[in-house]
């Protein structure tokens, strides 16, 4: 447990928190388009409040000393907010890099042969995280927790090392493989923890919602027989407001568009429809998990803009979850009357049939407590749906309903409908021999 705010410090091992206050409009300000100022900085204060509860219970447990950087506000608004049992110590230096470099430099100077910073962005660390990173520094002289956005969660040392924090890129997905880069060149020996998720953009906040203990007023909760519909946009000006219109006389039912940065008038038809509108980074996965963060269903379901469901969708979802199914799909039917769109919806479907792998553009939908559960779907830029369902069926039976959803042609016939087909297939093969989502990205893209 820490010692008061005035006593000399002698703790061999620290931790360092570095924190914001959360003042509205200047805290999380990347959330702002999903949560708006004031729900932006009510979450931070939740993120914040979550770690300290962890390093509390390690130093509870563990011994060692906490020490929590702050910028913004001031130590009485920090000792109100989160407790007058801390330290709370105001960060000096211009960057990032050169207040975290200073926080080490002092926790060493004060006596500590073992430090470890981390931020409040991570609702997934536990107390077991900060034990491997002490641990690891017995054996090792540097342990990095790395982030799921390229970037790290946590870092501990045994020694100052200025040069890991000086001239550094920060905030870009660059920062994880800079900092390997220079621990090699320094010739310091690392140990990697288990990688995490930070809670950074929009599409992040799904990860909260995995722990509704700590993040209860952040969002909606669940309501029992409601149908979330989550869909995707960008650039849908064309057909959004017919399917919205499609959409508007069903009961117990709510519309989210998720706006990816839109040039045309997609989001004001959307407002005009009466739904809500998140706006967040483009990317079908990303646009997907920040629509689900902010759903209040019992349901969800992912929904192209250029699709048509039938008239008894909503039935046949809520039935299909009362009846066990924890997901399921709709077969898929393409708006052209060639034949050659038969082949490609025969096929489609007859793999949704057997081997229960519907994709994407069969409006998918999944029980909210399980979609939260797996975290929601991976922030790629392709094959995010094939990855979310061959997840999905372990945990239980998925549903292929009988009616169909109708999905528009155009994709198929921007380029072709045999030279879509094969391009998937390649993709998709692509995929299974090891080739990373970006990479497949930028291939399919040179290929339309």
């Not at 568009?257 to 483009?282: F, M, N, P, Y």
Request: proline share 4%; with cysteine; hydrophobic share 40%.
């Amino acid at each position: 447990m820490a010692e008061s705010p005035s006593s000399k410090l002698t703790v061999e091992r620290r931790v360092i928190v570095m924190a914001r206050c959360p003042e509205a409009g200047k805290a999380k300000t990347r959330l702002i388009p999903a949560l708006g100022p004031d729900g932006a900085a009510r979450l931070h204060a939740s993120l914040v409040r979550h770690t300290l509860s962890i390093v509390r219970q390690f130093a509870a447990e563990s011994g060692g000393e906490i020490d929590v950087r702050f910028a913004g506000g001031n130590a009485d608004d920090m000792r109100r907010l989160f407790g007058s049992d801390l330290r709370y110590t105001v960060q000096r230096g211009e960057s990032l890099g050169d207040r975290m470099s200073l926080a080490a430099g002092e926790a060493f100077s004060d006596g500590c042969r073992q430090i470890v910073l981390i931020g409040t962005d991570c609702p997934q660390l536990r107390v077991h995280h900060l034990q491997q990173a002490f641990s690891s520094l017995s054996e090792s002289e540097i342990a990095i927790g790395p982030a799921l956005d390229g970037g790290y969660y946590l870092l501990g040392m045994r020694e100052h090392l200025p040069e890991l924090f000086d001239n550094m890129h920060w905030g870009c997905e660059s920062v994880l493989q800079e900092t390997l880069q220079r621990v090699k060149r320094m010739s310091k020996s690392k140990e990697l923890l288990p990688p995490l998720s930070d809670v950074d953009f929009p599409e992040d906040l799904v990860i909260c919602r995995q722990f509704p203990e700590s993040f209860e007023t952040d969002f909606p909760q669940p309501q029992k027989g409601m149908l979330s519909i989550i869909i995707p946009a960008f650039n849908e000006e064309a057909g959004l407001a017919m399917l919205l219109e499609s959409l508007s006389d069903k009961s117990q039912t709510e519309v989210i568009v998720v706006d990816g940065g839109s040039s045309d008038t997609t989001c004001q038809i959307a407002e005009r429809a009466g739904v809500k509108v998140i706006r967040c980074r483009s990317g079908r996965g990303r646009q997907m998990n920040a629509g689900a963060a902010m759903a209040r269903g019992e349901v969800l379901l992912f929904l192209h803009a250029d699709s048509k469901l039938p008239s008894d969708f909503a039935q046949t979802i809520l039935k299909s979850v009362e009846s066990g199914y924890r997901a399921g799909a709709f077969r898929l039917r393409i708006d052209d009357p060639h034949w050659a769109f038969r082949l490609v919806e025969f096929g489609a479907n007859l793999r949704s049939r057997w081997l229960r792998l519907p994709y994407g553009d069969q409006a998918l939908f999944v029980r909210s407590e399980d979609f939260f559960a797996m975290g929601g779907f991976r922030n790629w830029p392709l094959m995010e749906d094939f990855e979310f369902v061959q997840r999905l069926r372990s945990r239980g039976r998925l549903m292929i309903a009988s009616s169909s959803s109708t999905v528009s042609a155009r994709r198929w016939q921007r380029i072709g409908v045999f030279k879509a087909t094969l391009i998937n297939q390649i993709i998709l093969i692509a995929y299974r021999l090891g080739v990373s989502p970006a990479r497949l990205a930028t291939l399919y893209r040179r290929a339309k």
